[in-house]
């Protein structure tokens, strides 16, 4: 009887530990980017596996749901999400009153992001949102507003940047921070920034093994947003983070905007359908169909602007899709006094991310690989004739879709301890702020 007793005891407070351990509650909330699903690609012990979704009936929360089911029945890490669906025209409504949760995981139609964000803070729940929060100047005002809330209610409000989780990038930033291979960050000018990123984007492409079914709204920019405030997110993002890694960036004094420009891919009518499976094209998206039935997606764009004095450059190019073989690409270089780290991934780098470092040193190229060393394992330098190349082990090569699990747990740990460094709001608002005001100077035009 009292082996039963204990034994009783140690079931119940197994439960507990895991009810405790289990404290966020996931609400997803009109999920119509595939981004909502990935961030359920993998568990997390904090997390209760039940996860409560609001939608409209429709194509996007179906895919959304097919999305979590394959990862439920994958062959390999395979995932135990329960969704509990609400399907309704009143979901948002429904969210807010019912309250399932305490994390809101937001990625799908931008038009409304910005309001779903701000009506979650207003009834107490934490934002986790894909990019962008913002497509515009009003936008951007409402998401000061959010973020002033936020703390207020002691609530943690975050972007998913999972680009700062590419092993690349975090390697050209640690280097760029060694003065004795790099020296120090370039001011550069118009005509040669200091820092330049660059990337390149394709309306039809693979996620988790299938090609991806797009929205019909997505080549909408009244409600996806022009290329200019949606993936240069990301690019504005990371000059923040590496040319000023853990420093507050002040978007009212430190940002000058220069140059901005928009210029739009046209898309066939087949293209459209194809990688949307809709039969007829919405009457939405007429105001940007020409003689020819070619939608014009407004979705490329370059920022020429300056940040603590720094001339930086991001562009971002759609194109419907890769040549076979191929697929997105990134372009970045930091120019240093001494030396500058390139990261590369065209044909030459069979695509894949790849980095370089032109000038500097012998010694000092090999006393920075030592210090990287020590945190990451096995990294060496293989010589051309321009510098050398970073060889990166596979073990730290993840892919795109690895990097949501990766920004999932950084945010559960802000979220638990309560540490997010003092940077990151007043930087997000900073990224906010040069994407916004790139787009109304390029509409000028």
């Known amino acids: 009887m009292k082996s039963k007793i204990i034994s009783w005891m140690s079931m119940s407070l197994l439960g507990f530990q895991l009810q405790a351990q289990q404290s966020v509650k996931l609400i997803t909330l009109d999920p119509g980017h595939f981004h909502a699903a990935l961030v ?3 568990m997390y012990p904090q997390v209760d596996p039940t996860v409560y979704v609001y939608a409209k009936k429709g194509t996007d929360l179906n895919l959304h749901l097919d999305k979590i089911k394959g990862y439920n029945a994958a062959s390999a890490g395979a995932t135990s999400w329960k969704e509990s669906v609400y399907e309704g025209d009143d979901y948002l409504q429904k969210m807010l009153s019912e309250k399932k949760g305490n994390v809101v995981v937001l990625a799908g139609n931008n038009q409304l992001k910005t309001d779903y964000i701000l009506k979650s803070i207003q009834s107490g729940l934490n934002v986790f949102a894909d990019k962008p929060m913002v497509i515009d100047e009003i936008g951007f005002s409402k998401l000061k507003s959010a973020f002033k809330l936020a703390e207020q209610k002691k609530l943690l409000l975050y972007d998913i940047m999972t680009e700062r989780y590419e092993i690349t990038t975090i390697l050209q930033r640690a280097l760029s921070m060694d003065a004795g291979l790099f020296g120090t960050l370039e001011k550069g000018s118009l005509e040669q920034p ?8 394709h309306f039809y492409k693979y996620v988790s093994g299938s090609v991806l079914t797009r929205p019909g709204w997505f080549f909408d920019v009244a409600q996806e947003g022009e290329g200019i405030v949606d993936v240069t997110t990301h ?7 590496e040319c000023f890694p853990n420093k507050v960036i002040n978007y009212k004094k430190d940002i000058q905007l220069k140059t901005a420009k928009s210029w739009a891919t046209p ?6 359908k194809e990688v949307t499976k809709l039969a007829e094209i919405p009457n939405y998206l007429g105001k940007y169909t020409d003689a020819k039935k070619d939608i014009n997606v407004m979705c490329n764009g370059e920022i020429n602007y300056t940040i603590n004095g720094v001339h930086a450059k991001v562009s971002v190019i759609w194109n419907y899709k890769a040549p076979e073989g191929t697929g997105d690409t990134h372009y970045s270089i930091m120019r240093g006094t001494k030396a500058n780290l390139i990261i590369k991934q065209g044909a030459e780098q069979m695509f894949k991310p790849t980095l370089y ?9 090999e006393s920075a690989m030592a210090t990287l060393a020590k945190e990451f394992n096995g990294l060496t330098l293989k010589k051309n004739d321009k510098g050398w190349e970073v060889m990166i082990p596979e073990s730290y090569k993840e892919g795109h879709e690895s990097h949501f699990a990766r920004v999932t747990e950084k945010y559960l740990g ?7 460094p003092a940077w990151e709001i007043p930087n997000m608002l900073a990224k906010y702020y040069t994407t916004t005001q790139a787009q109304k100077l390029a509409s000028k035009k």
């Open 40 to 42: 359920q690609k993998s």
């Open 194 to 201: 200091a820092v330049t990123k660059e990337s390149v984007h």
């Open 235 to 241: 690019l504005v993002d990371l000059v923040q983070w």
């Open 267 to 272: 898309i066939t009518a087949a293209q459209f």
């Open 357 to 365: 470092i032109e000038g500097g040193t012998a010694a000092a190229a």
């Open 414 to 420: 802000y979220l638990a301890n309560k540490n997010m």
